[in-house]
Each structure stands twice: as structure tokens, then as C-alpha cells.
């Protein structure tokens, strides 16, 4: 099979997608998972970039959107939940519990590995269903047992993930919390 990529890209080629892509050398270091002084090695040897490098400029040249797509967006609530999938970043939810608002940014499009399926909008009510299916249930037998294994006084489902990171036993997606 064959594909229509550049197999290389000369250090005057990343200069120029770099600047359609309106970034520093800095945030295309951390797209391509690569330091600075590769970027700037790049851009300054003469030589060229090979490999899946080369093929990632190529496609970021041609399809520009593609970067917003990508691209984590600044916190505007106070918390922010990461919905992951073994090491694979599935949704971003931010919540502002005190104005029950939820804003969501999915970086997958199977909806099997989405926080919310296909809903894009969730309300606050759905992002709590959320959470508590990421918890033993209330009615759990022996669930006081549960919550002094955990520490906590009562049952709140963001507390338990907070001690859990929202693990079960059945799946492999699990949350991270940013406060």
C-alpha cells in the first residue's frame, strides 16, 4: 500500500508549516512529543525530518483544523475531569458545580469511549449519573464498609472517584481530577 505523504521534510518546510500553524517552536515540541532543541534542530540543520514526524507535519499542512480538533481547551470552571481509556484521552468535562453548568470536549468519536455517548451537551444532572456510574451504587450492600475503607464519612460519588480515580473492575477507563 502506498500513501500520498512527503517521506521527508527539509528544515525551511517546517519553518513554513509552523508558521501556518501559528505556533512557537515551544507548542510544536509538545505536539510532536519532541524537546525544543529538536524543533530548533529541524529548523536550523539544512537537513530533513523522516519518518513519523515528517508524515505528522504533512498532515497537519494539509489539514490545519485538524490542531484545534487536538487541542486541550483553557479551564473555565473551577474543575476539571479527564475521562480516559488506558492512557488514551477520551473526554475533557469541566464543571462548575456552584452554577450546575458542564461543558464537554471529546477527543474520540467512538461513542463507546465517550464520558456521555453522543450526547455533546450534558446537563448537570446527566454529569452526575455520570459520576455515580463511576462509583459502587448507593444501594450497595455493606456500603459503610466501603466508605470507611475509603475514609470518607458519606457517600459522594466525586469524592469516591477522587479515591478511586473512578476505576471498575470490568473496564479500563478511569478519571483524572484537576481542581
Known amino acids: 500500500m502506498e500513501f500520498a505523504l512527503q517521506k ?3 528544515a525551511s518546510e517546517v519553518k513554513l508549516i509552523r508558521g501556518q500553524l501559528k ?7 509538545g505536539l510532536m512529543n519532541v524537546s525544543v532543541k529538536t524543533v530548533e534542530h529541524w529548523e536550523s540543520s539544512g537537513g530533513t525530518v523522516s519518518g513519523a514526524a ?4 504533512c498532515i497537519l499542512r494539509e489539514r490545519p483544523w485538524l490542531l484545534e480538533e487536538l487541542e486541550i481547551p483553557e479551564r473555565e470552571f473551577p ?12 473526554t475533557i468535562i469541566d464543571v462548575n458545580d456552584r452554577e ?7 477527543y474520540v468519536t467512538d461513542p463507546l469511549y465517550r464520558a456521555f455517548g453522543k450526547n455533546e451537551h450534558p446537563t448537570y444532572e446527566e454529569y452526575e449519573e455520570f459520576l455515580e456510574s463511576r462509583c459502587f451504587p448507593r444501594t450497595r450492600d455493606k456500603m ?4 470507611e475503607e475509603l475514609n470518607l464519612p458519606f457517600y459522594d460519588p466525586l469524592m469516591i472517584i ?3 480515580k473512578g476505576e471498575m473492575a470490568e473496564d479500563d477507563f478511569w478519571i483524572e481530577i484537576e481542581r
Open 79 to 90: 474543575l476539571r475531569l479527564r475521562y480516559l481509556n488506558q492512557n488514551r484521552l477520551c
Open 100 to 106: 450546575q453548568r458542564v461543558k464537554i470536549k471529546n
Open 144 to 147: 459503610k464498609i466501603l466508605l
Open 162 to 164: 477522587q479515591k478511586t
Open 23 to 29: 505556533m512557537k517552536q515551544k507548542e510544536l515540541a
Open 54 to 57: 515528517a508524515a505528522m507535519l
Open 8 to 10: 521527508t521534510v527539509c
